[in-house]
């Protein structure tokens, strides 16, 4: 079996998630590669694609990548700033599979929070007109993420879709 973990991140999160993934993967036939690097896309039986959730979403160059996946299996990783709730899981998902081709194989999606920028701690507090104390909790909590438990829960995902 043959693997690939493609990936993006700005600030790091994503890519300790990605290099973990990587890590927790069998076998010698496994590619590790940030996106921005990629000249074209590395054959593999099994892809796991990670990415920073924006705008409770992925971003185009995610959504082209998976656009052209063909016959294979796909599982995805995130990291995220809000609360990585099962339903907020659910949402990104639903739009992110919109782009996924019928002829792969979704296995799945880990998501689990990791720090933010100022910035966006700065854009989100101004945006919201109400739970203003709920909301900088999380980003407070967020500081430690990705932390020792969410790449220990990565590797579990990986050996839940390997297996
Ligand atoms: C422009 C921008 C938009 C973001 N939008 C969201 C969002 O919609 N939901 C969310 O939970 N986090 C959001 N975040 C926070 C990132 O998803 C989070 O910090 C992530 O862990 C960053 O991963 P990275 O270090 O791999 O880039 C946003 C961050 C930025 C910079």
Known sequence: MRYAVLYTSQTGNTRALAERIFHALPGEYTDLCDIADLMQIPRADCYFIGFPVHNH??????????????????????????EPTQYYKSQIERIMLDWLPGSCRYRGMFLCQGKTTELYRTKVLQLIHRDAEQIKAVFNTGISHPDRSDLRSASAFVTSVVR
């Open 57 to 82: 979403s992925c971003d185009r160059e995610i959504r082209l990548l998976l656009s052209q996946l063909h016959d294979a299996q796909i599982a995805v990783f995130a990291s995220c700033g809000l």
